[in-house]
């Protein structure tokens, strides 16, 4: 690896984000889908689709990398190992960083703690590794250590939530939370409006505090509440994890009970927890129950539940991001200039044919309603 070369060209990709500005849409790629399939197996397919193009790109290039014995070392400090999501996120990045790739990857599990992320960081600077991918625990604190790689020549590549107080890395892979908890609303509005449900009292369960898929998910929703006089009786930190969203909404149901009919959970194993609470507590959700649930995410497990009726819609956040990773290494191997944003696509999922498709920040996006094939093509 020349680490002359992609010091430059780290120089001129941030210089070429700082002329476009953040959020430019000159600068900005979307892996769309979003104009979605109307079949639910071709809108799972599209995915897949979209996933495979990306690895065959990217392992040309990495094979090209491989044979002439270039490995690449490549540190990841990933957020830890909270939810299905999260093993969705390291399996992708785990199969494509390969050896046979032509990769070394330095994998930390930084468990959900900021300071252990930031030192892993440190560590990957001290073993003078070529690339570094920050999934950032929580979206301020980054600018010193961002400063340390781009002092020492690395780029750094962020996937999944957001860094949003400093510029200094090159790409950003990720999902839209706003637009993911703007089309929970859009959802519940539609859903409540054909259900003849007028009042509408919700409870939150939200991801870990700080994160942005955490802050997204909670402005976009609470944007379209507001907007329709909802009332949002509590929103609560569950982590992201199924112990979280079960102790929360064990609390939940004490101090509110009778009070609500929507339960939103920000993550499919808070949604696994909340389940548990309700049962437990006598009290009946999803679609032939009393309480609407919602989640995000829809892996696999999160997927069987809405096609069991138990969870109503689950709004997918992709973790599939690594073979865009590696599009935006080859591109910087390559001498090129990689994109500042990608995005990656979402589908929303439900148990009930009744809708089609919901209108989200003016754009008309499809429902996918699940059956067994939905589910087998899941992650
Ligand atoms: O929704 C949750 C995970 O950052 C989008 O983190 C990710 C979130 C995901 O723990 O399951």
């Known amino acids: ?3 002359k070369l992609v010091s430059v060209l780290m120089c001129a990709a941030m ?6 500005g953040c959020g430019s849409s000159s600068t900005t790629t979307t892996t769309d889908t979003s104009s979605a399939d109307t079949s639910a197996a071709d809108t ?4 897949a689709a979209e996933t495979t193009a990306a690895t065959e790109a990217a392992a040309d290039a990495s094979a090209d990398a491989s044979a002439s014995g270039d490995v690449l070392t490549i540190g990841f400090a990933q957020v830890g190992h909270e939810s299905d999501w999260r093993t969705a996120s390291t399996n ?6 390969t050896a046979e790739n032509g990769y070394d990857l330095q994998f930390v599990d930084c468990d959900n703690d900021s300071a252990v992320q930031i030192e892993a960081v440190r560590g990957f600077i001290e073993q003078d590794v070529d690339y570094i991918i920050i999934d950032p625990i929580v979206s301020t604190g980054w600018d010193t250590v961002l400063t340390e790689c781009e002092d020492a020549g690395i780029p750094v590549i962020v996937i999944d939530r957001t860094i949003d107080d400093s510029d200094k890395y090159v790409s950003w892979v990720g999902s839209n939370f706003k637009t ?3 089309a929970a609303g859009e959802w519940l509005k539609a859903y409540a409006e054909l259900k003849g449900i007028e009042d509408i009292n919700v409870l939150v369960i939200e991801g870990s505090t ?3 898929a955490t802050i997204g998910r909670t402005d976009g929703f609470k944007e379209i509440a507001d907007r329709e006089g909802w009332t949002i009786l509590d929103s ?4 992201f994890t199924q112990a979280g969203g079960q102790e929360v909404m064990e609390s939940y149901c004490k101090s509110y009970e009778g009070q609500f009919n929507v339960v939103i959970c920000q993550n499919d194993n808070e949604a696994f927890g909340a389940m548990d609470a309700m049962k437990n507590a006598g009290v009946s959700y999803g679609v032939d129950g009393d309480v609407i649930l919602v989640s995000f995410d829809a892996c696999t497990a999160g997927l069987e539940y809405v096609l069991s009726g138990d969870i109503n819609a689950d709004f997918e956040c992709n973790p599939l991001a690594a073979p865009f990773v590696e599009e935006v290494i080859q591109t910087l191997e390559a001498g090129g200039t990689p994109e500042k ?6 589908h929303w999922f439900v148990n009930e044919d009744i809708l089609s498709s919901i209108t989200v920040d003016g754009e008309e996006q499809e429902l996918t309603v699940v059956d067994q094939a939905v589910v087998d093509a899941q992650y």
């Open 1 to 3: 690896m020349k680490k």
């Open 15 to 20: 210089t070429a984000t700082v002329l476009a």
């Open 44 to 47: 799972s397919a599209s995915n």
């Open 92 to 97: 992708s990045c785990q199969t494509v960083f």
């Open 180 to 182: 993911e908890g703007l």
């Open 210 to 212: 700080g994160a942005s």
């Open 236 to 239: 609560q930190n569950g982590d």
């Open 341 to 346: 944003e990608v995005y990656m696509s979402e």
